[in-house]
């Protein structure tokens, strides 16, 4: 079967410091991976999206990027966190297919101080 | 582009009254449409979905929603609300690039 793995749960992470979230999936190939972030009073945001290794689609301007260096992982990054990256991050997959099969991480609650 | 709006940011109502959670959608062809919920401190759970076929559909813990194309509206209803339904709800659609886009969600609160 399927699942998704995402690390860490929590993160507090002074202003200035870099940043590395880290989603795997197993149990499927070639998958769908996504990156959105949920603000408090926003909802959720696509920030990244990624059809295969190498390729990631940015979806807003910001201070975060994203890599897939295998076809199962999916890594959020950011050389220098502001307070604005504060947030709830989710990771998810889909089969490709048209969102039949879509699921998600259990998110990490991103705190920037 | 594609877009969901949920016009209703904060919604209250008493336990047992019914529950209607608007969703209007921005799409040229026909939508697949989804209803998240997320309680506190857990993650998305997935309620109900809209590929094709009968436009009433039924979901998990009591909840339907209704597929209205003249309207782009995808409307997340239930007869009767229970305290445990307290939580955010997101409608979302996904595009032809299989892209997730999410609405701001609607938070509900249950009075007893």
């Known amino acids: 079967s399927q699942t998704i793995h995402q690390w860490p749960a929590t993160l507090v992470q002074p202003v200035g410091s870099p940043l590395s979230l880290e989603c795997t999936v197993e149990?499927?190939?070639?998958?769908?991976l996504y990156w959105y972030r949920q603000a408090a009073g926003r909802g959720l945001q696509l920030l990244f999206y990624?059809?295969?290794?190498?390729?990631i689609s940015s979806e807003v301007p910001q201070n975060l990027s994203a890599s897939r260096p295998q076809d199962r992982q999916f890594i959020l990054s950011s050389k220098k966190l502001l307070l604005s990256d504060s947030g709830f991050y989710l990771c998810?997959?889909?089969?490709?297919?048209?969102?039949?099969?879509?699921?998600f991480g259990s998110g990490t609650q991103l705190s920037v101080l | 582009a594609q877009s969901v709006t949920q016009p209703d940011i904060h919604i209250t109502v008493s336990e047992g009254a019914s529950l209607e959670l608007r969703c209007n959608y921005s799409?040229?062809?026909?939508?697949?449409l989804f209803w998240y919920v997320q309680s506190p401190g857990q993650g998305l759970q997935l309620l109900l979905k809209?590929?094709?076929?009968?436009?009433l559909v039924q979901g998990i813990k009591g909840f339907e929603a209704e597929f209205k194309r003249s309207q782009s509206s995808f409307n997340l209803r239930k007869p009767s609300v229970h305290w445990s339904d307290a939580a955010e709800y997101f409608c979302?659609?996904?595009?032809?690039?299989?892209?997730?886009?999410f609405g701001t969600g609607t938070r509900l609160q249950v009075f007893p």
């Open positions: 149990g499927t190939s070639n998958p769908n």
């Open positions: 998810a997959w889909s089969s490709g297919t048209g969102g039949e099969k879509l699921f």
């Open positions: 809209y590929f094709s076929g009968d436009t």
């Open positions: 799409y040229g062809a026909t939508p697949y």
């Open positions: 979302a659609v996904i595009t032809n690039t299989d892209k997730l886009i």
């Open positions: 990624s059809v295969g290794i190498g390729q």
